[in-house]
């Protein structure tokens, strides 16, 4: 999830000043690293789902 849309979603409970607040304290002494790729997790889950799907056929 990118920090905008948490943001944006935090907002629909809460005030943005919060959702501030909470991101600052999270990521000032962190590294922010981008990662573009396939995901391996989502890649696991499909095949996970494709061999059950093909046992139970």
């Known amino acids: 999830m990118l920090f905008i849309q948490f943001t944006q979603n935090f ?3 809460r005030s943005a000043t919060i959702a501030n ?3 600052d ?3 000032h002494h962190s590294h922010i690293i981008s990662i573009k790729g396939p995901s391996y997790r989502l890649k696991s889950k499909v095949e996970y789902f494709s061999s059950s799907s093909n046992v139970s056929s």
């Open 11 to 13: 907002l629909q409970t």
């Open 21 to 23: 607040a909470i991101l």
């Open 25 to 27: 304290r999270l990521l």
